[in-house]
């Protein structure tokens, strides 16, 4: 009779649970019905509107922050203080557990939740619900791994279900198995055509592998199947707008990039994630002002060289002059024609092509130890050009005689390869030199892609930028730092310097699109720190000899 007496209370206690928990979510849409009847309805009616909407939106308060929530607070506290007292008198009641683990969610109390969805599971391992909304509880909490586990039990259940291959996508996802995530979302693609979210999802799988026109074809479709709101603020759009105008920057279609910024413009009042997409197209607008610059520079330069190296190998023939000397200018000649063509393909080639050099080392190939010491002697040796760098020579020599001393000493130095002879000239003249290179010694790179020239325009830009940089502070204040480390995964490269802070100097701003195009080939992007007066710039990117 007892038992009886307990089973009819948690009953009860559920009913009146499942009554509240039905008015939570009702209340949002109350609220918008009775605003629009307001403005239509006379005078007379109007005082007792305003009282429905005001009684509605303080059961819609958090009483703590005062932040008007989408849902019935006070229903909702109802509605759980029933189900755990329904729960208390009967701890096998599967709809009151269910129902107060919903109630968690709401609350965004992931780990409660998850408790209650757990016992309901322990009482019935097939329940598909259960098993949907304690995997979406641990995405939440960021547990992808323990998700894939619910997942995987629930599509086992129910293997027609879309929207569990599409959450198992996310997981795979977010846990960077990309193949794994696209085979997931082509399968929710099979089972829910319609579905655009499945179609984006899979649109930046295929971004993240570089597959860049898969990319395109998926996003377009999300954007094609979604549609949006014309005329209110759509955030969703805006975000699969903006992951398609990247595509296209990395495509270098800056046109079509511009037309979707200029939606996003429209569909968000000018304002995404806090910035004005005025800015982001006008910044659009100027790099590809500065590549048609390059390209054009790069074509020109090309030109020149054509027309110098025919006469200097026709005088190589015939010793009309020192040999040795003319092998010199050839080859100073082709490395610049490298560095032009190297420079016209930034914006081209891809990550393969380093991947492929990494692993294919030919007869032009070198560690990057050597990579940045010539790099770092061209850097230094632009600072005996007064023609494009006399703020710099001034700083770095006060008097004639030691420009001309240091120039004379540096002929020698700069075709050594005796590491401490370099140390020490830089030390007398220039800057204290920290080399971290041990690791570097390892990883060789060929050129058949180009890419040890990548490299090598890659280091003189950024090494070009701290030895110009420290010219401005004492000399005993000036001070290099350059860094290689690797793991299993990455690679590593920083250069620190000491600068002057607050410190001008004019700069067309090309050899920070110089590096910005390399490091995008590489996956990545600098990473630039100031503090405590040392400027760092860092490229951190995929371990091109670890890559199986």
């Not at 009151?96 to 780990?111: I, P, Q, T, V």
């Not at 391992?125 to 909304?133: G, K, N, R, T, V």
């Not at 490269?493 to 004019?506: A, C, D, L």
């Not at 630039?528 to 199986?548: A, P, T």
Request: include cysteine; glycine fraction near 4%.
């Amino acid at each position: 009779m007892i038992d009886s007496k307990i089973n009819q209370k948690a009953r009860e206690h559920t009913i009146s649970g499942l009554k509240s928990y039905s008015k939570i979510d009702h209340s949002e849409n109350e609220l918008k019905e009775l605003k629009k009847i307001r403005w239509n309805s006379d005078e007379s009616k109007s005082e007792e509107i305003e009282r429905e909407i005001k009684e509605i939106e303080n059961r819609m308060v958090e009483p703590s922050t005062g932040e008007i929530k989408s849902y019935d607070l006070v229903n909702l506290k109802k509605a759980k203080e029933h189900f755990t007292k329904a729960i208390g008198l009967d701890s096998g009641n599967q709809i009151a557990l269910s129902f107060r683990g919903k109630c968690f969610m709401k609350e965004e109390n992931y780990g409660e939740a998850t408790n209650d969805f757990s016992k309901v599971i322990e009482l019935v391992p097939e329940d598909i619900q259960a098993l949907q909304l304690v995997s979406e509880c641990l995405i939440k909490m960021n547990k992808y791994k323990e998700a894939c586990e619910y997942l995987d039990k629930a599509i086992a259940i129910k293997p027609e279900n879309a929207i569990l291959f599409y959450k198992r996508g996310l997981c795979y996802y977010w846990l960077d198995k990309i193949e794994l995530a696209i085979e997931d979302f082509t399968q929710a693609i099979e089972l829910e055509p319609e579905n655009y979210e499945s179609y984006y999802k899979r649109g930046l799988c295929f971004k993240s592998l570089n597959k860049y026109q898969n990319a395109l074809k998926d996003i377009s479709k999300s954007i094609e199947l979604y549609g949006g709101n014309r005329f209110s603020e759509d955030f969703e759009l805006a975000e699969m707008l903006k992951s398609r105008s990247k595509i296209y920057l990395t495509l270098n279609d800056y046109d079509l990039a511009i037309k979707d910024l200029e939606k996003i413009k429209y569909v968000c009042h000018n304002e995404y994630e806090g910035n004005s997409i005025g800015d982001d197209i006008q910044e659009i607008k100027v790099q590809q002002e500065r590549d048609r610059i390059m390209s054009n520079l790069s074509h020109s330069i090309k030109n020149l060289i054509a027309s110098v190296i025919d006469p200097l190998e026709n005088m190589k023939r015939k010793q009309t002059y020192n040999p040795f000397a003319i092998e010199n200018a050839l080859k100073g000649t082709n490395l610049i024609r490298e560095v032009v063509n190297a420079m016209n393909l930034s914006h081209h080639n891809s990550f393969e092509d380093f991947l492929y050099d990494a692993k294919n080392i030919d007869d032009e190939g070198m560690n990057f130890e050597q990579v940045i010491l010539d790099a770092l002697k061209y850097s230094v040796g632009n600072m005996f050009d007064g023609k494009y760098f006399s703020n710099f020579v001034e700083n770095y020599f006060p008097t004639e005689e030691i420009f001309i001393e240091a120039k004379e000493l540096w002929v020698n130095i700069s075709q050594t390869e005796d590491l401490q002879k370099l140390i020490g000239f830089l030390q007398k003249y220039f800057f204290r030199l920290n080399l971290n290179l041990d690791e570097a010694k390892e990883m060789v790179i060929g050129n058949a892609k180009g890419s040890r020239i990548k490299f090598t325009i890659l280091f003189q830009e950024l090494l070009l930028n701290a030895v110009k940089y420290s010219s401005f502070l004492p000399k005993e204040n000036r001070s290099i730092k350059i860094s290689v480390l690797q793991n299993s995964n990455e690679i590593t490269f920083e250069v620190e310097n000491s600068f002057k802070e607050n410190q001008k100097t004019k700069s067309t701003g090309l050899g920070l699109e110089i590096i910005r195009s390399f490091a995008n080939l590489l996956k990545t992007a600098p990473k630039i720190k100031k503090e405590n007066q040392i400027y760092s710039v860092g490229i951190v990117f995929q371990n091109l000899w670890k890559v199986k």
